[in-house]
């Protein structure tokens, strides 16, 4: 069982910067794909970043972003914190949404319902 945490949310002007948090319990962290999503209103959930666990050598910590968040976010996990992160640059006002990590066994995913747990989520808004 796995329990995520997020936090870092709030509101930001457009063209600002926010870190998200996600803390995990348990002690198998290392072996979850971790991954980031997003809910605004009136719109599906939607893929924002996936990083993959951190054993197998070639699959180590590799990474996938959807094309509207490239370059500008990155995902990075710190195993020994239990913790992932999304750092986001240069926020737009379509960035706004309710943002949730979500952690799966294996290999890392960007369809969410592959995701077998999920935190309470946190709100960011980017006023224009």
């Known amino acids: 069982q796995v329990q995520l945490v997020e936090s870092g949310g709030g509101w930001v002007q457009a063209g600002g910067s926010m870190r998200l948090s996600c803390a995990a319990s348990?002690?198998?962290?290392?072996?979850?794909?971790m991954g980031w999503f997003r809910h605004a209103p009136g719109k599906e959930r939607d893929f924002v970043a996936a990083?993959?666990?951190?054993?197998?050598?070639?699959?180590?910590?590799?990474?996938d972003y959807a094309d509207s968040v490239k370059v500008r976010f990155t995902i990075s996990r710190d195993n020994a914190k239990n913790t992932v992160y999304l750092q986001m640059n240069s926020l737009k006002p379509e960035d706004t949404a309710v943002y949730y990590c979500?952690?799966?066994?294996?290999?890392?995913?960007?369809?969410?319902?592959?995701?077998?747990?999920w935190g309470q989520g946190t709100q960011v808004h980017v006023s224009s």
């Open positions: 979500a952690a799966k066994w294996g290999r890392r995913t960007v369809v969410a319902d592959h995701y077998d747990y």
């Open positions: 348990g002690r198998t962290f290392s072996s979850y794909a």
């Open positions: 990083i993959s666990w951190s054993g197998a050598s070639r699959d180590y910590a590799s990474t």
